[in-house]
Nanobody, 129 residues
Framework: QVQLVESGGGLVRSGGSLRLTCTAS????????VGWFRQVPGKPREKVSC????????YYEATVKGRFTISKASTKNNVYLDMNNLKPNDPATYYC??????????????????????WGQGTQVTVSS
């Protein structure tokens, strides 16, 4: 199974920026869409953004639209999430995932978990006021 590793989390001041990186152990990102999710303890995991396999489509949830940018570098098996103007409601553990059941279009981010999906271990983002 493909391994995903997130990196780039940390502590940043409100209004600051971070770049998260999702690195895959193979070129699977060329074949499947990738999604970024985040979770706060005690709350359900929520979708943040996604990018299609060919990078032709991206989608952002309303809470991050205009502040976050998702991109990919296929030659490095990486997907990035550039987070700007971080706000007090952005702190969470951020996860990347790929799954045949993850569909990304300009109109939406749809996810149905299958046995063939992969998740990273998460990276923590903290925002100080």
């Amino acid at each position: 199974q493909v391994q995903l590793v997130e990196s780039g989390g940390g502590l940043v001041r409100s209004g600051g920026s971070l770049r998260l990186t999702c690195t895959a152990s193979s070129s699977i990102l060329d074949n499947y869409a990738v999604g970024w999710f985040r979770q706060v303890p005690g709350k359900p995991r929520e979708k943040v953004s996604c990018i299609s396999a060919n990078a032709g489509s991206t989608y952002y949830e309303a809470t991050v639209k205009g502040r976050f940018t998702i991109s990919k570098a296929s030659t490095k098996n990486n997907v990035y999430l550039d987070m700007n103007n971080l706000k007090p409601n952005d702190p969470a553990t951020y996860y990347c995932a790929t799954d045949p059941g993850l569909m990304c279009t300009v109109g939406g981010f749809h996810y149905t978990r299958t046995e063939f999906g992969s998740w990273g271990q998460g990276t923590q983002v903290t925002v100080s006021s």
